[in-house]
């Protein structure tokens, strides 16, 4: 769980939009947990919107979310919260927390993927670490090249292949460090990165396109 402070509050046509002191990973759709600033702001919210500027309310036509563009707010979450307006006010002992846990795959399609009929304790143990690590991996990568995904269903067998065979390779990579790189010597550490397939597989490191 990631738990951001506050920087400002502000509550309009039952929506409120308040704002974090530095940014974050937090996106649209996500719920988030809000606490220490009031009722009705605190509870467990759907983020609506992150906009960038100063909230003025709703349009009684559409219902569109409303914004000045001459006063930015940098770090704001917008969701729906019914009670009174509040006007915008500078806010800090407040908290927006989140948590990012992905479950795409799991610890038995990473061992039929390598092949491993039986395992022991240790390999179990491990390898349920390494799907861990690729879900949440996988996730925030695609995350940060534009995609908006759930958390529980991937979004296609190209995604699911990419994820496991991430976590095949860690998998693969158990005890394989002895040593680390240092400038004693001159010596080069390794570099290791997603494979060309992998990054295929789940669509990174490419253009989006609408």
């Given amino acids: 769980m990631t738990t951001y402070n506050t920087a400002s509050k502000q509550l309009l046509n039952n929506y409120a939009c308040i704002s974090t002191l530095e940014p974050t990973e937090i996106v649209v759709g996500q719920s988030v947990t809000v606490a220490s600033i009031a009722v009705p702001f605190n509870g467990a919210f759907t983020v609506l919107a992150l906009p960038q500027y100063l909230f003025t309310g709703i ?27 509040v006007e915008f006010v500078a806010f800090f002992t407040g908290t927006v927390a989140y948590t990012q846990v992905c479950s795409w795959i799991s610890a038995a399609q990473i061992l039929t993927w390598l092949g491993i009929a039986t395992a ?62 240092s400038f004693d010597g001159m010596s080069q550490g390794s570099t290791n990165g997603l494979s060309p397939l992998v990054k295929q597989l789940i669509g990174v490191d490419r253009p989006q396109v609408a």
């Fill in 59 to 85: 349009d009684d036509d559409t219902g569109e979310f409303l914004f000045n563009e001459d006063v930015p707010v940098p770090n704001q979450v917008l969701y729906a919260c019914t009670g009174d307006d």
């Fill in 120 to 181: 022991t304790a240790d390999d179990t143990t491990f390898v349920t670490q390494c799907a861990s690590a690729a879900n949440n991996f996988i996730y925030r990568r695609r995350q940060e090249c534009g995609y908006f995904d759930s958390l529980t269903t991937s979004p296609g067998g190209d995604v699911t292949l990419g994820t496991i065979m991430y976590g095949g390779a860690l998998y693969r990579q158990r005890g394989g460090i002895s040593d680390f790189a």
